[in-house]
């Protein structure tokens, strides 16, 4: 007797039919709605920063990226809360919680430049051509190219 497995199924069809993962789906997308709502509430330079983790029974908790950012949204809380409040979804909205949570996702370093001169590429190239270790000597070397790389 062989083991046949199940047919594999697309993960939309999966989405809407698995009880767990039918639920948790319809969670997420309330979320996200709730999201959006909130999101036209806030300034524009504050939505990247500010994320609905719940609402339920009158309470909205936020995730804020850091504490500069929930300062200046509990300063905006009482505004916050009357204009959720005029939003159905919201209608129940009593307290809103502010918790900052610093991001867990590394920043990009395509902002930053290194401007490294020809004089330091040189010191470096030549400390480079006295290591034995062939790690260290290429580390060196590819430090030593940035003189002169156009800014991007």
Same mark, same amino acid.
Not at 14 to 33: I, N, S, T, Y
Not at 67 to 85: E, I, M, N, S, V
């Given at each position: 007797?062989? *083991?046949?497995?199940?047919?594999?199924?697309?993960?939309?069809?999966?989405?809407? =039919?698995?009880?767990?993962? !039918?639920?948790? *789906?319809?969670?997420?997308?309330?979320?996200?709605?709730?999201?959006?709502? *909130?999101?036209?509430?806030?300034?524009?330079?504050?939505? /990247?920063?500010?994320?609905?983790? $719940?609402?339920? =029974?009158?309470?909205?908790?936020?995730?804020?990226?850091?504490?500069?950012?929930?300062?200046?949204?509990?300063?905006?809380? !009482?505004?916050?809360?009357?204009?959720?409040?005029?939003?159905? /979804?919201?209608?129940?909205?009593?307290?809103?919680? *502010?918790?900052?949570?610093?991001?867990?996702?590394?920043?990009?370093?395509?902002?930053?430049?290194?401007?490294?001169? $020809? $004089?330091?590429? /040189?010191?470096?190239? $030549?400390?480079? =051509?006295?290591?034995?270790?062939? !790690?260290?000597?290429?580390?060196? =070397?590819?430090?030593?190219?940035?003189?002169?790389?156009?800014?991007?």
């Amino acid at each position: 007797m062989a *083991f046949r497995p199940l047919p594999a199924r697309a993960p939309a069809v999966l989405l809407r =039919e698995a009880k767990p993962l !039918k639920a948790l *789906f319809g969670h997420a997308q309330r979320l996200a709605h709730l999201q959006r709502l *909130f999101e036209s509430q806030l300034q524009p330079a504050a939505r /990247e920063h500010c994320y609905v983790a $719940s609402w339920r =029974e009158g309470y909205l908790l936020l995730i804020v990226t850091d504490g500069h950012w929930a300062t200046r949204l509990r300063y905006q809380q !009482k505004r916050l809360l009357r204009d959720l409040q005029a939003l159905p /979804e919201f209608a129940g909205l009593t307290r809103i919680q *502010f918790q900052v949570r610093p991001s867990t996702v590394q920043r990009s370093l395509a902002g930053r430049n290194f401007d490294l001169s $020809s $004089s330091a590429a /040189e010191s470096l190239q $030549s400390i480079a =051509e006295g290591i034995t270790d062939p !790690k260290l000597k290429a580390a060196l =070397e590819r430090l030593a190219a940035h003189a002169g790389k156009p800014k991007a």
